[in-house]
């Protein structure tokens, strides 16, 4: 389930013919797999800030942008794609309103897990990347502009499969400049702000920032939900095992199916709370009166 910005509209892919439908908007491109050349799934789905288009992250590596018109013909194919990763592609944020820039977490075999591409830049200097998150980055999420550290560039906090989470300054990420902060490992990297090694006990399968706060929450395959504050990288509250960790296989258009341990889906921000869903088919929400406010007015 993706939320809409601006106006409350949510768009739900359900399968049909099972006990749910799933809805599809036009045609991924070529997946970059052998034959039988079965279609990536789709892992993440995000609106820019006006609602006018879409980025999609697939298990093939490939980011995508998409141009939302309903009911026209022209949206069956995406208008920029470009192949990030040579694994998979987890997540996929907006990282300004321009709506060319956008960030990635997923995996390369060179360990170079987070990318940031602008899809309107000339294909030779289009991305940059981030070395992080040993194993692959599972989920990200981006801060307003005006907010956070001290940096008046937008920051994206990123989680990995081994539970780890970082904070990264776009601005020194973007233009290669030399400066590190240092992380709570003892290493450095590039526009790293700070990294948390074992922020979870398992994979960190869902990142969202809250609006106007320097507040995030992280949700995880250990079934845990945290609130974070990104201004000193401190835990600020703890819900845990929110969701059962579930086992089971996943279908693929060969016929067979991997196995997929689950708990914490996906977090969705609202203005009193938030809402998880979580691979024991539960939807939750968690009411939270005046704590985002009361943690960022310190």
């Given at each position: 389930?993706?939320?809409?910005?601006l106006i409350t509209f949510v768009l739900w892919l359900l399968q049909f013919g099972?006990?749910?439908?799933?809805?599809?908007?036009?045609?991924?491109?070529?997946?970059?797999?052998?034959?039988?050349?079965?279609?990536?799934?789709?892992?993440?789905?995000?609106?820019?800030?006006?609602?006018?288009?879409?980025?999609?992250?697939?298990?093939?590596?490939?980011?995508?942008?998409?141009?939302?018109?309903?009911?026209?013909?022209?949206?069956?194919?995406?208008?920029?794609?470009?192949?990030?990763?040579?694994?998979?592609?987890?997540?996929?944020?907006?990282?300004?309103?321009?709506?060319?820039?956008?960030?990635?977490?997923?995996?390369?075999?060179?360990?170079?897990?987070?990318?940031?591409?602008?899809?309107?830049?000339?294909?030779?200097?289009?991305?940059?990347?981030?070395?992080?998150?040993?194993?692959?980055?599972?989920?990200?999420?981006?801060?307003?502009?005006?907010?956070?550290?001290?940096?008046?560039?937008?920051?994206?906090?990123?989680?990995?499969?081994?539970?780890?989470?970082?904070?990264?300054?776009?601005?020194?990420?973007?233009?290669?400049?030399?400066?590190?902060?240092?992380?709570?490992?003892?290493?450095?990297?590039?526009?790293?702000?700070?990294?948390?090694?074992?922020?979870?006990?398992?994979?960190?399968?869902?990142?969202?920032?809250?609006?106007?706060?320097?507040?995030?929450?992280?949700?995880?395959?250990?079934?845990?939900?945290?609130?974070?504050?990104?201004?000193?990288?401190?835990?600020?509250?703890?819900?845990?095992?929110?969701?059962e960790r579930h086992t089971f296989f996943q279908p693929t258009s060969r016929g067979?199916?991997?196995?997929?341990?689950?708990?914490?889906?996906?977090?969705?921000?609202?203005?009193?709370?938030?809402?998880?869903?979580?691979?024991?088919?539960?939807?939750?929400?968690?009411?939270?009166?005046?704590?985002?406010?009361?943690?960022?007015?310190?």
């Amino acid at each position: 389930v993706f939320n809409y910005p601006l106006i409350t509209f949510v768009l739900w892919l359900l399968q049909f013919g099972k006990d749910s439908a799933r809805a599809t908007y036009g045609v991924l491109p070529a997946a970059n797999i052998p034959p039988p050349y079965a279609l990536a799934s789709i892992s993440a789905v995000q609106f820019d800030y006006y609602g006018q288009r879409f980025a999609t992250a697939a298990l093939d590596g490939t980011i995508c942008t998409w141009q939302v018109e309903v009911g026209g013909r022209s949206n069956v194919h995406p208008t920029e794609s470009s192949l990030c990763f040579n694994s998979h592609a987890s997540d996929v944020a907006y990282v300004d309103a321009s709506g060319s820039v956008l960030t990635a977490a997923g995996c390369n075999s060179n360990g170079a897990n987070v990318v940031i591409l602008d899809m309107l830049a000339p294909p030779a200097t289009c991305q940059t990347s981030i070395v992080c998150h040993e194993g692959g980055a599972r989920s990200l999420s981006v801060f307003d502009n005006n907010i956070g550290c001290g940096s008046i560039s937008p920051l994206i906090v990123t989680g990995g499969k081994s539970g780890d989470v970082a904070l990264h300054d776009f601005r020194f990420v973007s233009t290669g400049k030399s400066k590190h902060h240092k992380t709570s490992a003892g290493g450095s990297s590039r526009g790293m702000i700070w990294h948390i090694p074992k922020a979870h006990l398992g994979s960190v399968t869902s990142l969202s920032t809250i609006p106007d706060t320097t507040l995030f929450l992280t949700g995880s395959k250990d079934g845990d939900v945290k609130l974070w504050d990104a201004k000193n990288s401190q835990l600020v509250f703890h819900w845990p095992k929110l969701h059962e960790r579930h086992t089971f296989f996943q279908p693929t258009s060969r016929g067979f199916g991997g196995v997929v341990r689950a708990a914490v889906t996906d977090i969705h921000v609202l203005t009193n709370g938030f809402v998880s869903c979580g691979g024991d088919g539960s939807v939750k929400l968690v009411q939270i009166k005046n704590e985002f406010a009361t943690v960022h007015q310190d």
